[in-house]
């Protein structure tokens, strides 16, 4: 399977034109912006949490633990009932990183895949090559994953601020990882899907953001149900799924529910590409 020349191909495109450089800096700005905003609040509380601190170690035991307590104010991070992975990453990734990111730059990521060739007529070209239908599907999914891998891969560099004033839980930094690529991986599918059925990149994205925004909000309904309606809407909604991973917690389910979104939507472009050789 021919996967890797596909694939080649299109980290190239994305690169030698402004496609991957402008999303990244978008990224980067944005998510800059967010953190310098989350970890700011969180800087706050924990030194009022610090003065408070503070103020009982001087009244109570003043000889003993006047020197930590001086510490504790000058140091934001000291504060022991402010934690570092609820106050600041779980509400970057679950907020930020999880609807901003998702629902805004992968239809950016993903519009042009196959819509672009179709609009250009390099899609016939590309499929009386000797390569498969699964290897041109597969080169451009992957592609577009790895361009969502670079970009997510900036955002380490939070992680290197925070380590840099307080100790890391890595597991839970690593379920958060994991969980963002998952369903990265997910919402490409869908955009590659889409974009499979137009010719316009912007239609293709506009359809992917409707189809993420759906997957992502149609859990909220489930409140305002009961029974078996409120359970299929919960195992429906992505937000659902991706909740776990942001605390930090890997559950099975939700790894499956995001695999079997990808390969679905896979198959479901892949029968778009056949259909199109179908009809010549």
Same mark, same amino acid.
């Given at each position: 399977?021919?996967?890797?020349?596909? #694939?080649?191909?299109?980290?190239?495109?994305?690169?030698?034109?402004?496609?991957?450089?402008?999303? $990244?800096?978008?990224?980067?700005?944005?998510?800059?912006? #967010?953190?310098?905003?989350? #970890?700011?609040?969180?800087?706050?509380?924990?030194?009022?949490?610090?003065?408070?601190?503070?103020?009982?170690?001087?009244?109570?035991?003043?000889?003993?633990?006047?020197?930590?307590? $001086?510490?504790?104010? $000058?140091?934001?991070?000291?504060?022991?009932?402010?934690?570092?992975?609820?106050?600041?990453? +779980?509400?970057?990734?679950?907020?930020?990183?999880?609807?901003?990111?998702?629902?805004? =730059?992968? %239809?950016?990521?993903?519009?042009? =895949?196959?819509?672009?060739?179709?609009?250009?007529?390099? !899609?016939? =070209?590309?499929?009386?090559?000797?390569?498969?239908?699964?290897?041109? &599907?597969? /080169?451009? #999914?992957?592609?577009?994953?790895? &361009?969502?891998?670079?970009? &997510?891969?900036?955002?380490?560099?939070?992680?290197?601020? !925070? +380590?840099?004033?307080? %100790?890391?839980?890595?597991?839970?930094?690593?379920?958060?990882?994991?969980?963002?690529?998952?369903?990265?991986? @997910?919402? !490409? @599918?869908? /955009?590659?899907?889409?974009?499979? !059925?137009?010719?316009?990149?912007?239609?293709?994205?506009? /359809?992917?953001?409707?189809?993420?925004?759906? =997957?992502?909000?149609?859990?909220?309904?489930?409140?305002?149900?009961?029974?078996?309606?409120?359970?299929?809407?919960?195992?429906?909604?992505?937000?659902?799924?991706?909740?776990?991973?942001?605390?930090?917690?890997?559950?099975?389910?939700?790894?499956?529910?995001?695999?079997?979104?990808?390969?679905?939507?896979?198959?479901?472009?892949?029968?778009?590409?056949?259909? +199109?050789?179908?009809?010549?």
């Amino acid at each position: 399977m021919k996967v890797w020349p596909i #694939f080649k191909k299109e980290m190239r495109l994305y690169f030698t034109s402004p496609v991957a450089w402008v999303i $990244m800096s978008v990224f980067l700005f944005i998510a800059g912006y #967010f953190f310098y905003s989350i #970890f700011g609040y969180y800087t706050r509380v924990s030194m009022q949490s610090a003065t408070v601190a503070m103020g009982f170690f001087f009244w109570v035991y003043f000889s003993q633990y006047t020197r930590m307590s $001086m510490q504790a104010m $000058m140091n934001p991070m000291a504060a022991r009932d402010v934690n570092v992975i609820e106050w600041v990453l +779980r509400p970057l990734f679950s907020g930020f990183l999880s609807i901003v990111l998702l629902l805004s =730059l992968v %239809p950016a990521i993903s519009m042009r =895949l196959i819509a672009e060739e179709r609009k250009s007529q390099t !899609l016939e =070209l590309l499929m009386t090559y000797p390569v498969s239908d699964t290897a041109i &599907l597969l /080169g451009k #999914f992957f592609a577009g994953l790895a &361009l969502y891998g670079c970009m &997510l891969a900036t955002s380490m560099v939070y992680l290197a601020i !925070l +380590r840099y004033f307080t %100790p890391l839980e890595w597991a839970a930094v690593g379920a958060m990882y994991g969980g963002l690529l998952l369903m990265g991986a @997910a919402f !490409l @599918a869908i /955009g590659l899907f889409v974009s499979s !059925l137009t010719e316009n990149q912007i239609i293709a994205a506009l /359809g992917t953001f409707a189809l993420l925004l759906i =997957l992502w909000a149609i859990g909220w309904g489930a409140d305002a149900t009961a029974g078996s309606i409120s359970d299929i809407l919960r195992h429906v909604s992505a937000s659902d799924h991706i909740d776990g991973f942001t605390k930090g917690v890997i559950e099975t389910r939700d790894v499956i529910y995001f695999v079997d979104v990808t390969i679905v939507f896979l198959v479901f472009g892949l029968l778009s590409l056949q259909t +199109r050789r179908w009809k010549g």
